[in-house]
Structure formats: C-alpha cells, structure tokens
C-alpha cells in the first residue's frame, strides 16, 4: 500500500533551515510528480512545492510566491525519497509539513513533520 513517512522537522529560530525527507513506497515513485504542502494552526493546506517526475535533465519544480528563493524541492528516484531544503525561516512557516502525490486521481500524504519557528 501507498506508504509516505515525512521526517526532518523540529524547532528552529528565525532565519534557521532545516532538509525536509519524505521516504515513499507502496508505488512507482519515479513516474509520480511530488508535492509538499503545509498546514498552519488554525489555518487551510497551503501548497507549497511541487516536482515533476520527468527525468533529471528535463526536471522542473514550481514553488508558492510565499517560499520563493527559499525552499528546494527535490528527488532522489533511486532512494524512493523526496526533499525539502527550507532556509531563511521565518515565524509565519511555522506548520506541519506533509509531502503529497496524487494516484489514479487521490490525494495521498503521510502523517506529516511539524516545523516550528520560533
């Protein structure tokens, strides 16, 4: 079954960075385009970074104005796992981070890692 385990989070103060992972099984994770989206207390799933699944050369990542500059996204087929390198944080990133794909038109993510910035 489709298996997404974010890690990487934690406390961290403004300006910090942190490598987000997302370990993935369960499907062909090399054909899926990945997704990280974050929800904030008391606010809505906010998506945040997105990968295609073409191969490296022909790879793009499109990324939420609000990241822009600051966050990667990338993929490392050969160990099933995506990344989110965060750097510059600020207080407003603080939220659960949940890496996400969509199979045979479901949404799918993990249990997500808090990122806290304070």
């Known amino acids: 079954h489709v298996q997404l385990v974010e890690s990487g989070g934690g406390l961290v103060p403004p300006g910090g960075s942190l490598r987000l992972s997302c370990a993935a099984s369960g499907f062909t994770f090399s054909s899926y385009w990945m997704y990280w989206v974050r929800q904030a207390p008391g606010k809505e799933v906010e998506w945040v970074a997105g990968i295609t699944s073409l191969p490296s050369l022909f790879r793009a990542a499109s990324y939420a104005d609000s990241v822009k500059g600051r966050f990667t996204i990338s993929r490392d087929n050969a160990k099933n796992t995506l990344y989110l390198q965060i750097n510059s944080l600020k207080t407003e990133d603080t939220a659960v981070y949940y890496c996400?794909?969509?199979?045979?038109?479901?949404?799918?993510w993990g249990q997500g890692t808090q990122v806290t910035v304070s």
């Open positions: 996400a794909t969509i199979i045979a038109t479901i949404p799918r």
